[in-house]
């Protein structure tokens, strides 16, 4: 990953921003400005990423003067929770707030044998998927690292309690609102810092990011050696009609997308794919024709892709409707009698709207309803 410049982080949170994005090294540097050993820097890199604690009240092991110190300069957390909405499947969903007023939203997803967490790179989002509700917001602004970092200690505390070791992996997707290669520095940096043994430790092996596709940023990632994995929001199999769904297109069409996937594949293990998100729009891109185009695509390309069918989750205003199941089998079969490895993804959360498309500063829901917060 790209080089760190604790400097500017830390004049950044000498004027009062979150400590929650800055990894071990970049705390010690910050304690050492403020005149304290390097040992505390490593005190309060463990006390926010490993016990996850949320207030510099709580860290008691800290000098009580140090505590009051640290609270002139920076913060312990930026987000806090306005709702909590809980799914009849066991799905969470957190409407939260950063400190100056902008809504952030996360979705947890418990599984079997891991929980996977969907947060959020951006409130809102400048993209204009024409399917995606998140879309009608607009950006109001990409959110910083120890922002990003947050969102995963909120819900994990939530769901476990504060410093409690979850009992089973967790597995990140960047996929919730906002486009994350168009916060990319933030980005990587929490990704970092959540990789720390002595932290969060969920290494980047863990993350999915998904992209509508930023191919500048996909290349860049492809010469990182420690990166996420990565899906593309693919949506149609020709420009003309991704053009309509997906704006972004126009700035980086198909061919520019797929050929940056090719580079990125090169990098891959043999076992590895590059994930492609096919949100099923009845009547607009699930067609057979739609189908055999998408296969030709990345077969053309020489793509060894994996091919995520996902059902369209309808909601006021947008003007889509899911595909039928057997339209979806059919597309599914078609994409398999060419080679392409496709799965069906399963709703999450619909009655919650924390399903894929539905993540927007929906409030006021009167749908299963927690208010306990995180
Ligand atoms: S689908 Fe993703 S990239 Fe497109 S508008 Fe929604 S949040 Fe932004």
């Known amino acids: 990953m790209p080089p760190q410049t604790p400097d500017a982080k830390i004049t950044t949170m000498k004027q009062g921003a979150e400590l929650t994005g800055l990894s071990q090294a970049e705390l010690v540097s910050f304690v050492e400005t403020m005149g304290e050993p390097a040992y505390r820097g490593r005190q309060i890199f463990a006390a926010l990423q490993h016990r996850r604690l949320r207030s510099f009240d709580e860290m008691t092991d800290l000098p009580k003067d140090f505590r009051a110190r640290l609270s002139e300069v920076a913060r312990a957390s930026s987000l806090t929770v306005e709702s909590r909405y809980l799914s009849e499947d066991g799905t969470r969903r957190y409407l939260m707030k950063t400190h100056d007023g902008f809504p952030v939203e996360t979705v947890f997803i418990p599984e079997e044998r891991r929980d996977t967490i969907c947060f959020s790179s951006q409130s809102g989002c400048p993209l204009q998927c024409t399917f995606c509700l998140t879309a009608q917001l607009g950006l109001l602004r990409s959110l910083t690292a120890g922002e990003i970092v947050e969102q995963i200690v909120i819900a994990l505390n939530d769901a476990y309690g504060a ?8 597995n990140l997707v960047g996929m919730g609102a906002g486009e994350p290669f168009l916060n990319f520095d933030s980005l990587l940096q929490a990704l970092r810092v959540m990789a720390d043994a002595q932290g969060l430790h969920i290494v980047p092996n863990r993350v999915t990011i998904s992209t509508a596709g930023v191919v500048p940023r996909i290349l860049e990632l492809a010469k990182a050696s420690d990166r996420p994995h990565l899906a593309i929001s693919l949506a149609a199999p020709t420009d003309e009609l991704r053009n309509e769904l997906m704006p972004i297109n126009k700035k980086w069409p198909l061919e520019q997308l797929l050929s940056a996937c090719k580079e990125f594949e090169k990098t891959l293990k043999p076992n590895e794919r590059v994930t492609f998100e096919y949100v099923m729009l009845a ?12 296969a030709n695509l990345l077969n053309r390309h020489g793509l060894k892709a994996k091919v995520n069918l996902i059902p369209h989750n309808p909601a006021e205003p947008l003007p889509y409707q899911p595909s039928l199941d057997q339209t979806v089998d059919r597309f599914k079969n078609i994409l398999e009698s060419k080679g392409i490895h496709v799965y069906v993804r399963r709703p999450r959360g619909r009655d919650i709207f924390a399903a894929c498309g539905q993540l927007a500063a929906r409030q006021g829901t009167p749908i299963n309803i927690n208010s306990i917060g995180a």
């Open 283 to 294: 009547g607009v891109n699930d067609e057979d024709e739609h189908a055999r185009q998408l």
């Open 163 to 170: 410093g409690v070791k979850p009992p089973r992996g967790t």
